[in-house]
């Protein structure tokens, strides 16, 4: 029930605080938590759009589930905008909450938070919350998310923004799933954007896991990425490799 109160807490503090737009290494995240489970986790994307450099992110990750309902990661992240140098950009820590068990409810829910401390004071703290679903049909995984993001302390106006992430997945086998990924921003959350001026991606996406022995686990996902709006990138290439164990 604490939990749960303090999820609730931030979700009413982040909805009353220049538009938000996926990093080129965002990643759909999933409802699950696997209770006393360690994660290393390298993260990586690169995004071109017609008359704009190249821009290219990527993140390092230590994760750990403390609890049955609560897994926790920190993340430092690096950006390059074209030919520049790649340099660091932030400190991201996130949470996850799992609410009940799998197969409870209707469809499985999680809740996420994210802190993210920019290396640059001017861009101030970045708090990212939302709920997480997912629902499986047979060998059909299905994810949906609904995230709201706000900027503290930062030189530009402070609003709250509504972004997604979702996903279809086949579950062919372990090593080798297939689907898609698409992931997009509207604007303020009370007052979207005009289409022309929100960012939506969309494109294929492969998944797959193989056992190293033990409770060693490698996992990887990745997607390329074509834009739906003409305000998103022309391409989006994107991965995640994980090591549990």
Do not use: C
């Amino acid at each position: 029930m604490k939990a749960r109160a303090a999820v609730a807490a931030l979700l009413i503090a982040a909805t009353y605080g220049p538009s938000a737009y996926a990093d080129p290494d965002d990643y759909v995240a999933l409802p699950g938590v696997e209770y006393g489970e360690r994660e290393l986790e390298l993260r990586f994307g690169t995004a071109t759009k017609s008359g704009e450099d190249r821009a290219s992110a990527a993140s390092l990750a230590f994760g750990y589930g403390l609890t049955p309902w609560w897994a926790t990661e920190v993340y430092a992240k690096y950006n390059r905008s074209g030919s520049e140098a790649t340099r660091f950009d932030a400190i991201e820590w996130e949470n996850k909450f799992e609410i009940g068990e799998p197969g409870q409810y209707f469809v499985d829910m999680g809740f996420l938070v994210e802190l993210e401390w920019a290396n640059d004071r001017a861009e101030g703290y970045e708090l990212r919350i939302g709920p997480l679903f997912q629902k499986d049909f047979g060998l059909v995984q299905t994810n949906f998310n609904f995230l709201l993001e706000r900027h503290f302390r930062s030189d530009e106006h402070e609003v709250t923004e509504l972004g997604y992430q979702w996903q279809v997945k086949y579950r062919w086998r372990p090593e080798f799933e297939f689907g898609l990924q698409g992931f997009g921003d509207v604007g303020k959350w009370n007052d979207w954007d005009p289409h022309d001026v929100q960012t939506h991606t969309v494109g294929p996406a492969i998944f797959g896991k193989f056992p190293l022995g033990g409770q060693q686990v490698f996992k990887y996902n990745a997607a390329v990425l074509f834009k739906a709006s003409s305000a998103a990138a022309d391409r989006t290439l994107r991965a995640q490799l994980e090591y549990e164990f």
